[in-house]
């Protein structure tokens, strides 16, 4: 079987198996083998590693990824492109091949029937479903080692900045919080097969070990951060005491910022990672919560 990762072999086994793209999966495949390279140098696998790859598409990367990895674990959504990876990947060995959805697989069961070793993620990711994917991943617990994915550009540039900036929110917060973020390669839409409207980027998102602040408690963090951004150009006071499902009210909040020092009139993206970890704490401390 020929390499696959660029545009003449990639079309010939869509010809051969009469290959429809489903807009519906996010179906782009990559034609650009010094991206693939890119990819596979910065995700740094050897073969100690088991690498979980999301959405394999016809194989391109699942080749170069068995070849470096012990074990590769392959989830692809559409069946029609079970019998074409069966042909591209029939030279390994150390490939399990799932046909199933990644939302609703269990991941945690997966990893520990190999063994419960931390795997490496690595995926030109359906962009329909980046961020429940990315989140499924971390919120989970999934043992991870690091996510090296293709993603659409502004959702790799939301997963990296800070307060302040236009595109900073839950997302950035949320990853920050478990990993840290590393811009891997700028990837425009000619290297794909068929084009997609929007740019890519690779990213790298090694896990901490442990998160960079102390939560009082996990999910309270996080829904504080959700109700947070809700409202985005009003102040925190109104994003959570209008938030629903938090109970807590105005003058909790106001007294909590005013604690922490910060002025009643904030707004949720000028806060840190540490200072919404410290509103979340007092704020757990003050009020009923509900979550
Ligand atoms: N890895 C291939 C490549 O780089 O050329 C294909 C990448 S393509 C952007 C995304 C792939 O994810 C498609 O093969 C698509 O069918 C698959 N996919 C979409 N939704 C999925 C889901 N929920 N679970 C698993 N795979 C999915």
């Known amino acids: 079987m020929a390499t696959l990762g660029n ?16 807009k519906k999966f996010g179906q782009n495949f990559l034609v650009d083998s010094n991206i693939l390279d890119k990819i596979i140098e910065s995700a740094q696998i050897t073969k100690q590693d088991c690498v979980l790859e999301i959405g394999p598409g016809i194989g391109t990367m699942t080749q170069r990824l068995a070849e470096e990895a012990g074990e590769v674990i392959a989830v692809e959504i559409d069946k029609n492109l079970i019998p074409v990876l069966h042909d591209t990947l029939s030279a390994y060995n150390n490939v399990t091949l799932i ?5 609703k697989l269990d991941l945690n069961q997966i990893v520990e029937e190999r ?10 990711l359906p ?4 961020t429940p994917i990315i989140m499924a991943l971390f919120e989970k617990k999934v043992p991870l080692k690091s996510v090296t994915i293709m993603v659409q550009k502004e959702v790799a540039d939301r997963m990296q900045v800070g307060p302040g900036t236009k595109d900073y929110g839950a997302l950035s917060l949320a990853v920050q919080y478990y990993a840290r973020p590393e811009i891997v ?6 290297c794909f097969m068929p084009k ?29 951060i959700r109700a ?37 009139t904030v707004r ?18 003050k009020c009923s919560h509900t979550i």
């Open 228 to 264: 947070s951004f809700n409202l985005r150009r009003k102040t925190l006071v109104n994003g959570l005491a209008n938030a629903g499902n938090l109970g807590v009210n105005r003058k909790q909040v106001e007294e909590v910022l005013t604690e922490m020092g910060l002025a009643v």
């Open 196 to 224: 997609p409207n929007v740019d890519s980027t690779v990213i790298k998102l090694t896990r901490y070990e442990k998160p960079l602040v102390k939560a009082e408690n996990e999910a309270w963090l996080f829904a504080v």
């Open 7 to 22: 545009r003449r072999n990639t079309a010939e086994i869509i010809e051969k198996y009469h290959f429809c793209f489903q």
């Open 99 to 103: 046909n199933a959805d990644i939302l």
């Open 268 to 285: 949720g993206e000028t806060l840190t990672l540490e200072q919404f970890a410290d509103l979340s704490s007092r704020l757990w401390q």
């Open 127 to 130: 962009y329909y479903i980046t």
């Open 185 to 190: 390669a700028r990837v425009p839409a000619s």
């Open 115 to 124: 063994g419960g070793n931390a795997v490496k993620v690595v995926a030109n």
